[in-house]
């Protein structure tokens, strides 16, 4: 692949550079050997069971009502279709080929040797999505793009590059997770946003990993004048360890950005989610809100918006809920302003459930127990629109399920 | 149908209530006047059974039950109804879920909504961000919904404008049966109001004084109400101490 050798020579010289957040991984602990799966059309070689477990992270195994799919499985592209003109669809590999190695946007948004998962990404590249709306196409329909671990163990090493050309709209749901005999490895997956001119991109992501999976995405988003950028995470299952930090800048007059998250953290589970917001134009605007419940498990939260420019507008918001005794919810909000005239904000509060809001819904009939889970149904409240129905199901299933340990 | 005898209550170990005694048969309407801090929504958050009120002494009974330490909800199931004066915010919680709740299916929230050009706010995550007349018309629908049979209003018509206050007299006339014959309400209320603005779309039968946590007065609101505007509220506890 034609990748410049500086990229290379920066990612040798991080093999070994520990994170800055999160547990440090030993990546000889995971495989990397796995079966190469053939590529299916008809998406016929997935058992029952799979099925019912992609479609938890909302990947339907259908071309149909899906302007693009992509599904990679453990290492190999198991299909990769378009189904909507003005949409362009590839494995990374391919695209790195075709467009000489993308020179404008491969590794330009993230560093390559920020630590040790960024730089095995580049030296032991698996696969990735390469997806891209030609400029003024409205991609109605959403894309459905998955991620699929299928073999215990193993470590994927994914690198994606989405491309909302000026004035295009896209909307990408993104599934992971792992087939339901894998307990453990590990996901380290660099995701790289360009969203260009009057674009509008929504990026909705679902985790739905194994108690023993680690995951270490590494994401970069860049907005310009007039762009939106939404984002949706949710992870809702158990997992070992999830670190992220992705950063937004908005370079354009009138960049958007909103950075949604609804996160459960059960019992052994350590989550290490943040995100960073520089607003580098006027009157862009950002808006982080993460709520987070922890049933037993680790919830940290971090959030940084920083103002370069005047008349800039952002808020941040962090709410956890804390539902077991054990649970650690740690909220760090940070905010900078760089100049005069930026207007930022920001909220955090963690706790239990009110009493008074209990109380509240307990006059209105219903008992502590009914109260107590209609405000947990509400914090975790998830409207996201092209959510597939079954999904939305499980999602019901996963808060009932929350509120069990009550 | 509801009964309130030498009832004490503190908050956080801070006595609030100090003997209150309280009568009010099926189909009468009562209002609670008294100074601010004097503990008229501490008497109805009582009465509603919510936590940090503690009851030291004293009963309260309903439709001959004694619900002095029954849990809210019972009570509520029971047929008591609170609207609240400053209700809490429910993140993610919608109006419309909520008046699903107070109406447990026996009416469609929708057209209860629709006919008090309510439904602008069925979507709305519940009282964040209404305004002060929003939050009152909010907690009465929840009321109609609810359909109590005690209804306790605490101030139902502040912050409300000159307008919607028509609305909010209709609403409160409703569930109170106020068109019925008194012999055919199966209702009994307890407003507590300052400006007592909401007695012109609705007579009440009996007003009480509120004064330091126990009631100084009784008598026909509108004489009380004319008697504190007046000459103030110390006057008016004075004047009926030596009455008594
Ligand atoms: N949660 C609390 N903690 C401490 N003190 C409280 C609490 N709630 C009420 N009080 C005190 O109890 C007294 C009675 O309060 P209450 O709210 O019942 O007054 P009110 O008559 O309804 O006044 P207003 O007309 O201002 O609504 C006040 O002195 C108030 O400060
Ligand atoms: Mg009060």
């Known amino acids: 692949m034609p990748v410049l050798p500086e990229i290379k020579e920066a990612a040798v010289k991080s093999k070994t550079k520990k994170a800055a957040f999160g547990s440090d991984l030993d990546l000889q602990q995971f495989r990397r050997q796995a079966q190469d799966w053939s590529y299916d059309e008809q998406y016929t070689s997935f058992e029952e069971m799979e099925k019912q477990q992609l479609l938890r992270a909302g990947i339907e195994l259908t071309d149909t009502d899906h302007a693009g799919t992509f599904l990679q499985a453990d290492r190999s592209i198991m299909h990769c279709k378009t189904s909507q003109p003005g949409l362009e669809i590839l494995p990374i590999r391919e695209a790195l080929q075709k467009y000489n190695g993308l020179p404008d946007y491969y590794w330009r948004l993230v560093p390559v040797d920020a630590d040790k998962y960024t730089a095995a990404a580049e030296l032991e590249l698996d696969n990735g999505y390469f997806i891209r709306a030609l400029p003024g196409a409205r991609i109605t329909q959403p894309v459905e793009a998955c991620l699929y671990i299928r073999t215990e163990g193993l470590a994927q090493h994914v690198h994606n590059i989405v491309v909302a050309e000026p004035g295009s709209h896209l909307h990408i749901i993104t599934g992971c997770t792992t087939h339901p005999g894998v307990t453990s490895g590990l996901h380290l997956g660099i995701s790289e946003f360009y969203v260009k001119k009057g674009a509008h991109l929504t990026f909705t992501m679902v985790h739905n990993w194994a108690e023993n999976v680690h995951v270490r995405p590494r994401s970069a988003i860049i907005v310009e004048e007039g762009g939106v950028y939404l984002s949706n995470y949710i992870v809702l299952k158990p997992v070992k360890s999830v670190q992220m930090y992705p950063s937004v800048r908005l370079v354009g007059e009138g960049a958007v950005a909103r950075l949604n998250s609804v996160v459960v953290a059960h019992p052994g589970s350590e989550l290490d989610l943040g995100g960073k917001v520089v607003l580098e134009a006027p009157y862009s605007r950002a808006e982080v809100i993460a709520r987070t419940v922890t049933t037993g498990g680790t919830a940290i939260a971090r959030g940084h918006l920083i103002g370069k420019v005047p008349n800039i507008k952002a808020h941040l918001e962090c709410r956890g809920l804390i539902l077991a005794k054990q649970g650690i919810m740690y909220a760090v909000p940070e905010l900078t302003g760089e100049v005069a005239g930026v207007e930022m904000s920001h909220e955090a509060a963690v706790g239990r459930i009110a009493q008074e809001e209990i109380e509240y819904l307990m006059a209105r009939g219903l008992t502590e127990e009914e109260a107590a889970s209609t405000i947990v149904r509400g914090f975790l409240n998830v409207e996201i629109e092209g959510l597939p129905q079954a999904l939305k199901d499980d999602i019901e299933r996963t808060i009932q399920e929350t509120e069990k340990g009550l | ?244």
């Open chain 2, 1 to 244: 149908m509801f009964q309130i005898e030498d009832l004490w209550v503190s908050i956080d170990d801070k006595p609030v209530l100090k003997g209150i005694n309280l009568h009010i048969k099926k189909g009468e309407t009562h209002t609670l006047f008294g100074k601010n801090g004097s503990g008229k929504t501490t008497l109805l958050m009582t009465i509603m059974g919510f936590s940090r009120y503690q009851v030291r002494q004293g009963r309260i009974t309903f439709l001959g039950y004694d619900i002095t330490h029954m849990p809210t909800y019972e009570r509520a199931k029971l047929g008591v109804g609170l609207a609240f004066q400053r209700p809490p915010t429910i993140r993610g919680v919608k109006t419309k879920d909520i008046l699903r709740v107070c109406a447990g299916g026996k009416m469609p929230v929708e057209a209860l909504a629709f006919e008090y050009g309510f439904e602008g706010f069925l979507d709305r995550e519940i009282n964040l961000g209404f305004s002060g007349g929003e939050i009152k018309k909010s907690e009465l629908l929840q009321l109609v919904a609810q359909d109590p049979k005690l209804v306790l209003l605490d101030e139902p018509e502040s912050g409300v404008d000159l307008e919607s206050l028509q609305l909010v007299g209709q609403i409160i006339r409703r569930v109170l049966q106020k068109d019925l014959r008194r012999v055919d309400r199966q209702k009994a209320g307890l407003i507590i109001t300052h400006t007592g603005y909401i007695l012109n779309y609705l007579n009440a039968d009996m007003g009480h004084v509120m004064a330091d946590g126990q009631i100084a007065c009784q008598g026909h609101p509108m004489d009380i109400l004319e008697h504190v505007k007046k000459s103030g509220y110390e006057e008016c506890v004075r004047c009926l101490c030596f009455q008594k």
